[in-house]
């Protein structure tokens, strides 16, 4: 038996070892539905990239349709309250005077709203998401329309808990690094556009939220295909799988050596 899983893991290693080893590059963009212009300029950036749909917007539902026609991941953009009281509220936003009914309610319609959907991230929600005791039923009600969806925390607050109560719930989870567009100017875009680059180059990966803004869409129409020849792009939801498989492959060696000491 265990020179049988000591050839398992050898074959594990040949495998891992032949995989695309270059850092990963994996890039949403958020607030797709108010312009139809700018929607598809993004959806139709070449690489496996992520779109975000709010629900709701005039053009939600078309771009979901023209983002999945092009073998893009579309995703749904949950409206969630803000910490500014001045923030756009978006219709059925889930906010802190609901209970656990309302918030699941207010869940599932808005996640039938989007055709296509593989995961969820939230839209402002920098006032919801630093509560527990919120996040979890918006957790467990994802899970519950569909187990297999995967929830990304864009963490609009340092305080936020929606990445650990998702993965308490269950749900595949990982978190945003970098803010493409905090700053909607050329200069401070490309900045950040050169820091997302710089992270995955010392972790391996990073992940990059943007918005369909005109300079925003410059840079990244200027850039992106240089980058594909240090970097692969990928889509959250392989992501989060290939961070689960190179999590395992870091310490296959440590493995392997037990195996064999155990096996002599």
């Given at each position: 038996m265990l020179r049988h899983w000591l050839f398992l893991l050898l074959a594990f290693a040949g495998a891992s070892s032949a995989q695309d080893q270059r850092p990963v590059l994996s890039l949403v963009i958020d607030d797709l539905g108010y312009s139809f212009e700018h929607g598809k300029a993004v959806i139709e950036l070449d690489g496996d990239h992520t779109y975000a749909v709010l629900p709701g917007a005039s053009y939600s539902e078309k771009l979901a349709r023209h983002a999945n026609l092009l073998n893009k991941e579309v995703i749904l953009h949950l409206p969630m309250q803000s910490?500014?009281?001045?923030?756009?509220?978006?219709?059925?936003?889930l906010n802190e005077t609901m209970d656990e009914d309302q918030l699941s309610h207010n869940v599932h319609t808005l996640l039938a709203k989007i055709p296509f959907i593989r995961g969820v991230n939230n839209h402002m929600g920098s006032h919801l998401t630093e509560f527990d005791f919120l996040m979890r039923p918006v957790m467990d009600s994802i899970r519950s329309y569909n187990p297999s969806f995967y929830f990304l925390d864009s963490r609009t607050s340092p305080r936020s808990v929606a990445y650990s109560q998702a993965r308490e719930a269950g749900l595949s989870s990982i978190s945003r690094d970098i803010f493409l567009d905090n700053d909607a100017n050329s200069t401070a875009i490309q900045l950040q556009?050169?820091?997302?680059?710089?992270?995955?180059?010392?972790?391996?990966?990073?992940?990059?939220?943007?918005?369909?803004?005109?300079?925003?869409i410059e840079v990244l129409q200027k850039n992106l295909a240089a980058a594909g020849a240090e970097f692969q792009f990928m889509r959250v939801s392989r992501l989060i799988q290939e961070r689960q498989l190179r999590g395992f492959s870091l310490d296959w060696r440590e493995q392997l050596s037990k195996l064999a000491a155990d096996a002599q």
């Open positions: 910490i500014s009281s001045s923030a756009a509220h978006e219709p059925g936003a556009y050169n820091i997302w680059l710089e992270r995955a180059r010392q972790r391996g990966s990073a992940i990059a939220i943007g918005h369909p803004y005109a300079p925003t």
